[in-house]
Structure formats: structure tokens, C-alpha cells
């Protein structure tokens, strides 16, 4: 939900001269006798907090970026958020926090930044911000409605938001006591490259425009990392002190700083498929059921130029079997693969799949020349009409899909791009960057005033090296770099236990599933339930759930696994049924904040280590063999720590929490860099014994007797 917390007016002054932060005063807020401990029952001084406090303190005051892990526990919010509030308010600059999903996204606006203004006794404007395609487009939801051929479920949804819209202050499809299909949602939802902004008929209603302009008059915005890059990348070709997806800011905090690679991999990466050409050509032209309706009748009649509506039609015919021919061809190909990279390979011959692009690159440029002739013959008071304005913005889409067939077919002169091909509900193309630290340095680290990241788990074995390489923080110069450990206060060598059966085996060797699927149920029987088991493949989850669920559901345990409902739904199930398990791939692996008894043991079924046949990963990998390095210590180990940790790190999310993480993959303590995962988590309690010992010593530690 967009909201706001009660506001302080100023306006953004880029001329102010900065006043440093007093270090000592904020300290003193969070410290025995403090206004947090003042505000807070049962109040215990962080001495952990402090000193990431003073950090980030030196960070805003001296311009550095700061690189500061912090461990479960150690309230890093308010580490950030107070001399972010107080910097705020008394430079009069705004500032943007970016988090990596939308439940931290919530928390941080909705509980914390109102309880840090408490601390403070300080309150600036602040403001939730999600990405355009959250919000309801009003002129094309009416345009929607006035479509002649709509499914009637769809036409039952509109009428619903119909009666939404003559409430609704913010517009978010959140805000929604139902969920719209995504096909309708997508026809109505607000578009970058489709948003008419001053000219739009709809603007003073506008929610994006709302939004916008709260936006301009907040000190502390909120947001996401998918939209952080959206704002980057327009800020990269057009400068950085003028409005963008957000107004101007200096100063930047990234909490869950571990993604931010993850996040802008997938944001500046571009797809490809059937779908989303065909939706395209529909909205030039469609026929259904003797209906035929798009936006080339209008053009036709606004167009001194001779009609076209044959040859297009005849085209668009044309490509739709090209497309056929695309996927067919690209389905031969990958044959029981799911994904394939483009690459020199005499495993693969890509030339059909090139081929069918030539075919579809040279339909667009013809469909394009069409719908380029027409619109060129339109009088420019007459460019002012929607459907023009709307076939404008179709055909500049439709010239970046003839792009992408190009760089696709010639895939050989990009190196710095992984092309490749993945099957879904549609078979996907992709162009994805290499590398991104050179543009993360370029575009967020090199022009931000301060920069500071945090999370939970950024380090390997006490350093940063791995996640300041790969995320450009290395290009600056190192006097301009703080970075710090701040150790959970968490009692882990007191209440967790890591578990590694001494009978089990390791992940390479043969017949680890069946193993996986003897020991299962004996360890969730010891901890009645009350499990989390972290898969690394969806096909071995399935497999060992199946061979579980009977025998477990006549123990009086309830399976749970992902896919069966979405996830938010699966984790309140899986809370409220405390003798439950619930079985997860990788989105799982963080995200799951479970506190008290529901969750004690967390499973960790295999190392998780990188899939060699994923694309980007096996294409970063020989990479780095190329200049000579270590593929396997210098990618694999490292991402697969920093995931290890993130999935140890589910099970103790309070000070009292206590419980057992048992890993099955007997590679931790039989391969030498199985230390570097060890050494990366808290200290703990170990036991390598039997797996029946291991069942008895969790019953003991969890009173399940």
C-alpha cells in the first residue's frame, strides 16, 4: 500500500550546506536510557547496533560507501533509519532505501520508520514507492472497457474494479480485496513506454502522477531494488540531477544488499517470446468470432496514406507461422533440456533457431514499415489522439523485438551478453549481461554522494572481496570503502545445534536421493514436524515429497510444499500448524521469517551449489577459467556460502528461538572447502554422529520426548 506517515514540508534544496551528523547524540538515542529503551519494554542495549550506527554515521558524514554485514538480531533498520531521518531532516536532502522484497519493503515503512521518528523525535515525509505496473491505468482501463471482444470473465472483473475505482485513493492493485487475472491486469495496469503524462486526458486522476508528486515533497523514500534500477537506468542516459523515476537524491541505503546483483542481472536483462509479440499485434489487429477490431482502423482513417489493412493482415498471418516455426525448431533443439545457452558448442546447431529469427526479424521490419507509413501520413494535431499516440508507442516495441532477432542471430558480436533459451509456459529468449560491476559502478556507486549495504549475509570467510567485486564496489578507491562484521547477539552456541549424519553421504555420490528419502522422515519425526527442508532442485523436492506424505501424515504431520499454493499462504499455513514441514527450492532459502516453536529444525538438503547448465552461471564460470582463474573457488564456492548462510540463517529469528540444522550433504565435512561454509555461520553446537543419535539428540534439545 502506498501511504504516508505525517509529514514535515520543505523542499528538496541541492544548495544546503551539509551538517554533519553528531554521532554521539544518535548513540545515546538506542543506549540504555535512551528514548529507544524509554519507548521499548524489556529493553536490552545493542552494543552490535551502536557500532554499525557509528559506521553508517561516518559513512553520510565523510561520503564513503559502507559495506556492513550484520547478523540476525542486531537491528540494523534503526541503524540505518535514525541517521537517515536525522540527515534528512536537518540537510533537507531526500533519501532512498531500497530493499529487496516487499515484505521488508512494508515492515520498514509501516512499523519502523514510524517507531525511528519516535526515537528521533523527528518526522520528515516519507513515502512507500512500488513500480508502475502496481497502479491502474485509467485511460486504458476505459479504453479496456469499450473493447467489443472481451472474455466474459474478464468483462466480471471489470465490473468489480468498476466499483473499486469510486473508492480506491491509491490505485494499487494491493489495495484489491481480489486478484485480477494477469492477462486483464496487464491490459490495465500503468506502462512506461505507453504513459501519455501531461497529455493524458486521465492526469489529474492519475495514481502514478499522485504518486510522483508526493514523491517530490518526501525526505525518505522506500523502495525496491527491481525499481531502484529502473530509476538508474534512466538516470544513466540522462543525468542524475533531474527527475526520474524518482526525484533526485544523494544518498542511498540498500538493505538485503546481498541481491542487488540478482536484482539488476534480471532487471537490465531483455526476453523474448511468443507471447508478448502476439499481444503486441493484437492491439494493432484482432479478429474474433467475426469481430475485427485494433488500432489500424483508426490509423486508417486519420491516414492520408493508401490503406495497408491487407498486407498487414497477410504479414502479421506470416510471422504467427514464424513464430510456430521458432518455437518448434528451438523445441528440437533443447530436447529434454530446460535451458541452453548460445555458444560454440558442436553439441548444438543453432542455425534453425537463427534461421526462424531472420524469418521473424524480416516480418517486423516489413509490419513496421506499414504502420510507419500510415503514421507518418497522420496530420500532427490528429498525433494527438490516443490510438495514434498508442500505435506509436506499439511500434517502437515492435522495432525493439527486431532488435533483439538481430543481437539474437549475431549473438557472436556481443560478448559482453549471455544469450539463451529457457521453456515455461512459453519457450523464452534471452540477452542478459555478463558482467554487471561495471555498470553497478558507473550507475550507483561512483555518482551516490553515500552509498551504504547491508545485510545479513554479504561475507566468506570474514571478508567482502567476492560481493564487492561482482557488484563494482572494487573500481572505487579503497579509502572511500568502509566495511565491518557486526555478530548477531543471538545465543547460537547456546540454542542451535548443526547436525551432519556420519553414515550419510555426499551429493555426487550414487543413490543420494533414495538416501534422502530413508532419512527424511526419521528427522521430521524428531523434531515433530516443526521443519523447513531446503531443496535445491524442484524434481528431487517432488520425489522426496511424495515418498514422505503418507508415511508422515500418519504420524499426525502435515506436508506442505511449494507450488501447492502461493508462498505467502503456504507460510501462514505452515506457522499456524506448528507440527507441520514445509518443503522449498531456492526461493526459500530467505524470505522465511518464522520466530518461536513453529519452525525449529531447518533441513538443508544439498549444498547449494550454482547448476553448471545455467546459462548465466556457466557463462560467468568460463569466463573467469578464460583469464585464468578458478571457476569452482572464485564462483561456485562463494555463491554457494552466501546462499548456505542465507538458508542456516531461517532458523533463529528471536534471541529464544532454539533448534537443530541438519544437513545431509556429507560434502561439508568431507571436501576441503567444506570449512569455508562452516566458518561462514555463527558458532554453534556440532554433532557428526548416526543418524540415529542425531534423531535422539534432537528430541533431547527440543523436549519432544
Known amino acids: 500500500m ?8 520543505n523542499e528538496y534544496d541541492e544548495n544546503h550546506i551539509e551538517i554533519p551528523l553528531d554521532t554521539d547524540n544518535l548513540v545515546n538515542l538506542i543506549s540504555t536510557g535512551g528514548a529507544m529503551d524509554c519507548l521499548t519494554a524489556n529493553f536490552e542495549q545493542r552494543d552490535s547496533q551502536i557500532e554499525l550506527l557509528k559506521k553508517i554515521c561516518q559513512s553520510f558524514n565523510e561520503d564513503k560507501i559502507g559495506v556492513f554485514e550484520a547478523g540476525t538480531g542486531v537491528g540494523k ?27 521488508l519493503q512494508q515492515q520498514i515503512f509501516e512499523k519502523d520508520i514510524p517507531f525511528a521518528q519516535k526515537i528521533t523525535g523527528t518526522k520528515i515525509k516519507s513515502l512507500l514507492v512500488k513500480g508502475r505496473q502496481n497502479y491502474i491505468c485509467l485511460r486504458r482501463f476505459n479504453e479496456t472497457v469499450n473493447e467489443i471482444d472481451l472474455f466474459t470473465e474478464e468483462q466480471e472483473e471489470l465490473d468489480s474494479l468498476q466499483e473499486w475505482l469510486k473508492v480506491t485513493k491509491s490505485g494499487d492493485k494491493s489495495d484489491l480485496s481480489f486478484l485480477p487475472s494477469e492477462s486483464l491486469w496487464q491490459k490495465i495496469n500503468s506502462e512506461t513506454d505507453g504513459c501519455r503524462g501531461q497529455h493524458c486526458p486521465y492526469k489529474e486522476k492519475c495514481f502514478v502522477m499522485k504518486v510522483k508528486k508526493e514523491a517530490a515533497s518526501a525526505q525518505l523514500l522506500v523502495v525496491n531494488h527491481h525499481l531502484l534500477f529502473a530509476d538508474i537506468e534512466m538516470r544513466l542516459a540522462n543525468g542524475y540531477e533531474n527527475q526520474a523515476v524518482l526525484p533526485p537524491y544523494k544518498k542511498l541505503i540498500f538493505d538485503e544488499a546481498h541481491g542487488i546483483e540478482n536484482s539488476a542481472t534480471s532487471f537490465f536483462s531483455d526476453c523474448f517470446n511468443r507471447f508478448s509479440l502476439q499481444k503486441q499485434l493484437r492491439l494493432i489487429y484482432r479478429s474474433r468470432k467475426g469481430n475485427k477490431a485494433g488500432l489500424i482502423f483508426a490509423l ?30 528451438t523445441e528440437k533443439l533443447m530436447n529434454k533440456n530446460l535451458s541452453i545457452r548460445i555458444h560454440d558448442n558442436p553439441k548444438y546447431d543453432y542455425s534453425e533457431v537463427f534461421d526462424s529469427f531472420n524469418l521473424i526479424s524480416a516480418d517486423l521490419l516489413v509490419i513496421n514499415r506499414l504502420i510507419g507509413n500510415l503514421l507518418n501520413g497522420i496530420s500532427d494535431e490528429d498525433k494527438k489522439v490516443d490510438s495514434v499516440w498508442e500505435a506509436t ?66 561475507g566468506i570467510a570474514s571478508n567482502f572481496n567476492f560481493w564487492m567485486r561482482k557488484n563494482g564496489v572494487l573500481f572505487e578507491d579503497s579509502k572511500r570503502i568502509l566495511q565491518d562484521f557486526f555478530e548477531s547477539p543471538f545465543p547460537y552456541n547456546k540454542n542451535v545445534m548443526l547436525a551432519i ?59 506442505y510444499k511449494q507450488g501447492d499454493d502461493d508462498r505467502f499462504r503456504l507460510l501462514e499455513k505452515f506457522k499456524k500448524d506448528i507440527h507441520s514441514v514445509l518443503f522449498g527450492t531456492y526461493s526459500f532459502w530467505e524470505g522465511v521469517d518464522v520466530p518461536g516453536d513453529a519452525l525449529s529444525h531447518v533441513i538443508i538438503v544439498k549444498l547449494p551449489f550454482g547448476v553448471p547448465s545455467d546459462p548465466v552461471f556457466a557463462a560467468r564460470s568460463e569466463a573467469i577459467t578464460k583469464r585464468g582463474g578458478s571457476s ?36 561439508l565435512i568431507t571436501k576441503r572447502y567444506g570449512s569455508i561454509f562452516i566458518n561462514s555461520i555463527p558458532h554453534t553446537k556440532v554433532c557428526y554422529e548416526s543418524i540415529s543419535l542425531i534423531c535422539s539428540k534432537i528430541q533431547n534439545l527440543l523436549d519432544t520426548n
Not at 540527515?87 to 533537507?92: E, F, I, P, S, Y
Not at 514436524?529 to 506424505?549: I, M, P, W
Not at 564462483?635 to 532458523?651: D, T, Y
Open 300 to 329: 486508417e482513417t486519420l491516414s492520408t496514406e493508401e490503406s495497408c489493412l491487407g498486407d498487414l493482415v497477410n504479414q502479421i498471418a506470416l510471422l504467427e507461422s514464424h513464430l510456430t516455426e521458432l518455437e518448434d525448431v
Open 501 to 559: 549424519p556420519a553414515d550419510g553421504k555426499g551429493a555426487d555420490e550414487f543413490n543420494f536421493q533414495s538416501y534422502v528419502e530413508d532419512v527424511l522422515p526419521r528427522l521430521i519425526r524428531s523434531s515433530e514436524g516443526r521443519a523447513l527442508v531446503l531443496f535445491t532442485s524442484y524434481e528431487s523436492l517432488k520425489s522426496a515429497y511424495d515418498a514422505c506424505f503418507s508415511g508422515l501424515l500418519r504420524s499426525g504431520i502435515n506436508l
Open 632 to 667: 569452482f573457488m572464485e564462483l561456485s564456492v562463494p555463491e554457494a556460502v552466501i546462499k548456505f548462510r542465507q538458508g542456516f540463517g531461517r532458523l533463529m529469528r528471536k534471541s529464544t528461538d532454539k533448534g537443530v540444522v541438519t544437513i545431509l550433504d556429507k560434502r
Open 393 to 458: 508507442t506499439v511500434l517502437h516495441r515492435l522495432e525493439s523485438f527486431a532488435a533483439f532477432c538481430v543481437n539474437f542471430i549475431h549473438w557472436d558480436e556481443n560478448p559482453d551478453k549471455v544469450f539463451w533459451m529457457e521453456k515455461g509456459k512459453f519457450i523464452n529468449y534471452y540477452q542478459t549481461p555478463l558482467d554487471m560491476s561495471s555498470l553497478l559502478h558507473k550507475g550507483v556507486f561512483e555518482p551516490f554522494s553515500t552509498v551504504v549495504c547491508t545485510s545479513a549475509t554479504l
Open 2 to 9: 502506498i501511504g504516508l506517515n505525517d509529514s514535515f514540508e
Open 77 to 103: 533498520s534503526f541503524a540505518y533509519l535514525i541517521p537517515a531521518i536525522i540527515w534528512a531532516k536537518q540537510n533537507k536532502e531526500r533519501i532512498v532505501i531500497s530493499t529487496g522484497t516487499i515484505n
